[in-house]
T-cell receptor, first 115, second 113 residues
Framework: DAGVIQSPRHEVTEMGQEVTLRCKPISGHNSLFWYRQTMMRGLELLIYFNNNVPIDDSGMPEDRFSAKMPNASFSTLKIQPSEPRDSAVYFC?????????????FGDGTRLSIL | GENVEQHPSTLSVQEGDSAVIKCTYSDSASNYFPWYKQELGKGPQLIIDIRSNVGEKKDQRIAVTLNKTAKHFSLHITETQPEDSAVYFCAASIRGSQGNLIFGKGTKLSVKP
């Protein structure tokens, strides 16, 4: 079975540019999560969706960050304009149902470098 | 707010020895505790999980124990192998959230051949 698919795997861009990260969750999963991982702060939840609806975006650092889930099989995380401090690995995860005892399954991440 | 503390941050063992990683959580309403293994360049992969109605769970060489009273849970890896080398994360569910987890800071395990 296909797992969570993220693209691109690596992104290098200049400060000020728009960055769009993409995620395809596991088919049949109803919850989708976006995380950011850095050495200093570890894994941080940015936003999560249940049934395509954003539930909690309190982890989104600034208005420069936005996320959408137009359908059950696709989500995007956009940064505009990007800054060097946004450099990190961004992970998408999905889980079967909107309950607190369901495992989350992670993609392999997008390594983002803002120059 | 909710918090998960994980110790140690680094752990080095000889092949064949056991490794133990410990986590404590703050929210007494947490009822789900997964453990993830992250290899270099990969996303975290679920290796075992435990729910609050169970005290211990085993899967071959790995086991997790949960002490609800003390609010701590541990990962035990026996007969460690070099391929067990990775970063391990514990996590706990958050009260009132719909599937949200809070993660520990991770433990880098090195198994020396």
């Amino acid at each position: 079975d296909a797992g969570v698919i993220q693209s691109p795997r690596h992104e290098v861009t200049e400060m000020g540019q728009e960055v769009t990260l993409r995620c395809k969750p596991i088919s049949g999963h109803n919850s989708l999560f976006w995380y950011r991982q850095t050495m200093m702060r570890g894994l941080e939840l940015l936003i999560y969706f249940n049934n395509n609806v954003p539930i909690d975006d309190s982890g989104m650092p600034e208005d420069r960050f936005s996320a959408k889930m137009p359908n059950a099989s696709f989500s995007t995380l956009k940064i505009q304009p990007s800054e060097p401090r946004d450099s990190a690995v961004y992970f998408c995860a999905s889980s079967l149902a909107a309950r607190s005892n369901q495992p989350q399954h992670f993609g392999d991440g997008t390594r983002l470098s803002i120059l | 707010g909710e918090n998960v503390e994980q110790h140690p941050s680094t752990l080095s063992v000889q092949e064949g020895d056991s490794a133990v990683i410990k986590c404590t959580y703050s929210d007494s309403a947490s009822n789900y505790f997964p453990w993830y293994k992250q290899e270099l360049g990969k996303g975290p992969q679920l290796i075992i999980d435990i729910r609050s109605n169970v005290g211990e769970k085993k899967d071959q060489r790995i086991a997790v124990t949960l002490n609800k009273t003390a609010k701590h849970f541990s990962l035990h890896i026996t007969e460690t192998q070099p391929e067990d080398s990775a970063v391990y994360f514990c996590a706990a569910s958050i009260r009132g959230s719909q599937g949200n987890l809070i993660f520990g800071k991770g433990t880098k395990l090195s198994v020396k051949p």
